[in-house]
């Protein structure tokens, strides 16, 4: 199993990502909406602006305050086995970074 950081110390294992698309589109946003009306939808944006959406291949939707671009660059890293070029404290916000 090979797992992601996406974001304030949450982490997925990348291998069952199936998707990760943008949440500004309609399709995402009903989505999300239909993700979080039966129980699928995993909120680890820290209560900031869902940026993208992780569609995983049990059907559960994780939303991400982390860009598009930002979440395929760690699963590129990941699948290529070599460390990825984020600090994981780039993550978290001042008031939860560790020392």
Do not use: W
């Not at 294992?13 to 009306?37: F, G, H, T, W, Y």
């Not at 939808?41 to 992780?54: A, L």
């Not at 460390?83 to 001042?94: A, K, Q, R």
């Amino acid at each position: 199993m090979t797992f992601i950081s996406v974001g304030y110390g949450n982490i997925v294992n990348a291998d069952r990502i199936v998707s990760v698309s943008s949440a500004i589109s309609s399709p995402s946003k009903r989505l999300m909406q239909e993700a979080k009306d039966t129980g699928r939808c995993i909120d680890v944006t820290q209560g900031r602006r869902t940026k993208s959406i992780i569609i995983m291949d049990s059907d559960h939707v994780i939303l991400s305050a982390l860009h598009v671009s930002t979440i395929a660059t760690r699963i590129e890293a990941a699948a290529s086995g070599r460390p990825s070029s984020f600090d994981e404290d780039d993550d978290l916000p001042d008031d939860l970074e560790e020392d």
